[in-house]
Every structure is written in C-alpha cells, then in structure tokens.
C-alpha cells in the first residue's frame, strides 16, 4: 500500500482470539481522499461476526500523519463499533517509508 497513487482503506476483521477473519479492501479513492461509511464497516463486521477490528489505509503523499478528516471518521467508527461491542484495535496510516498508529499516537 505504500507505493499506491491512490488512497486504499483496508480492514481487517478478527475473531474473539484475535485471529485474521478477513482481510478486505473497504474502499478506493483518489489521490487525497478515501471515501469511508461507517454504516458499512460495521455492516460487514456484523456479517463475518468479527470481534474486533484494524483500519488500514495509505497516505500516497509519503506522509502518514493523520488529518482531521482520518481523526474524524476513526472517532465516528470507534463510537459505532462500541454501540455493537466490536473493538477497534487500530488505525495504520501508511506511509511511504514508516507508518503511524492511532493506538501509539493516543488517538485511540
């Protein structure tokens, strides 16, 4: 994912053991933008009845710093996630040669 011209946000969903489910492309975007519904993450953890989850997605800038738009929608998935009783482990924003993670930063 670090070297893609476009934004890719990837879950992966994990069991109660936190063992891989799924590993799956939730949606592609532009060079700046991903869009992301939260309705639709949780949707699909519903369906593969997964515990807790890991958000992924690539900065094609190089620059892994989280925006407020990727703040903003981690917040609105986590809250979702809490109302159901799925865990948000993490957020990755990768990078072109490091990566950071919401959970280190404090974010989550």
Known sequence: ?????TEMFRILF????????????????????????????IKRALELNASALILVHNHPSGDPTPST?????T????SACEVVGIT??????????TEVSFKSEGYL
């Open 14 to 41: 994990l069991d109660r053991k936190n063992v891989l489910i799924a590993d799956e492309i939730q949606g592609k975007g532009t060079v700046d933008h991903v869009p992301v519904y939260p309705r639709e993450v």
């Open 69 to 73: 738009a990727d703040i903003d929608m």
């Open 75 to 78: 917040e609105t998935i986590l």
């Open 88 to 97: 948000l482990h993490d957020h990755l924003v990768i990078g072109k040669s």
């Open 1 to 5: 994912m670090s070297h893609r011209e």
